[in-house]
T-cell receptor, first 110, second 115 residues
Framework: LAKTTQPISMDSYEGQEVNITCSHNNIATNDYITWYQQFPSQGPRFIIQGYKTKVTNEVASLFIPADRKSSTLSLPRVSLSDTAVYYCLVGRFNDYKLSFGAGTTVTVRA | DAGVIQSPRHEVTEMGQEVTLRCKPISGHDYLFWYRQTMMRGLELLIYFNNNVPIDDSGMPEDRFSAKMPNASFSTLKIQPSEPRDSAVYFC?????????????FGAGTRLSVL
């Protein structure tokens, strides 16, 4: 499994855009990048997944450069309810033992 | 679907007692995962099942831990005897196909406190 590195914590204010970058220098050709979100007292929840370039859904955008050695999760116009831990995972089809790592704690302030 | 359902949400027990955590996966999902989350070690995979069969239990910390999946709609994680260091939040998750590309759906977790 490719090792991922992401910041431990980030602070933001309501209405701002939050960008969390995850490094995965050893990503393999068949690996995809997946992000999960975990609110306090809840289990992780899938946010977005991508392989290359850009993926966007109703919650976030995921930017992956051509070399795929990093990826950036972008949360547009965050609100207080976006305060959570965000995990970057790298895995392929037959990777069943996903490593969640320490994640990035995002704190949104009023 | 109601999602992955875990019970109980909170469990407080004394050292040496048997603890059983329960999980009902999403209907139609073939994979079930048990995780443990602590401040020190983060989210760790304990064991996972495919079609009710345990596939990899290498994450189970020791013989005091056991997990079963008697049918497609029910799984248990048992700790016997429990110890204070087992205090953690235990999550169950299920997915349709498993693997790194499939979305895992997590339950709300069981917060276990062993006194």
């Amino acid at each position: 499994l490719a090792k991922t590195t992401q910041p431990i914590s980030m602070d933001s204010y309501e209405g701002q855009e939050v960008n969390i970058t995850c490094s995965h220098n050893n990503i393999a050709t068949n690996d995809y990048i997946t992000w999960y979100q975990q609110f306090p007292s809840q289990g992780p929840r899938f946010i977005i997944q991508g392989y290359k370039t850009k993926v966007t859904n109703e919650v976030a955008s995921l930017f992956i450069p051509a070399d795929r050695k990093s990826s950036t999760l972008s949360l547009p116009r965050v609100s207080l309810s976006d305060t959570a831990v965000y995990y970057c995972l790298v895995g392929r089809f037959n990777d069943y033992k996903l490593s969640f790592g320490a994640g990035t704690t995002v704190t949104v302030r009023a | 679907d109601a999602g992955v359902i875990q019970s109980p949400r909170h469990e407080v027990t004394e050292m040496g007692q048997e603890v059983t955590l329960r999980c009902k996966p999403i209907s139609g999902h073939d994979y079930l995962f048990w995780y443990r989350q602590t401040m020190m070690r983060g989210l760790e995979l304990l064991i996972y099942f495919n079609n009710n069969v345990p596939i990899d239990d290498s994450g189970m910390p020791e013989d005091r831990f056991s997990a079963k999946m008697p049918n497609a709609s029910f799984s248990t994680l048992k700790i016997q005897p429990s110890e204070p260091r087992d205090s953690a939040v235990y999550f169950c998750a299920s997915s349709h196909r498993g693997g790194g590309l499939d979305i895992q759906y997590f339950g709300a977790g069981t917060r276990l406190s062993v006194l």
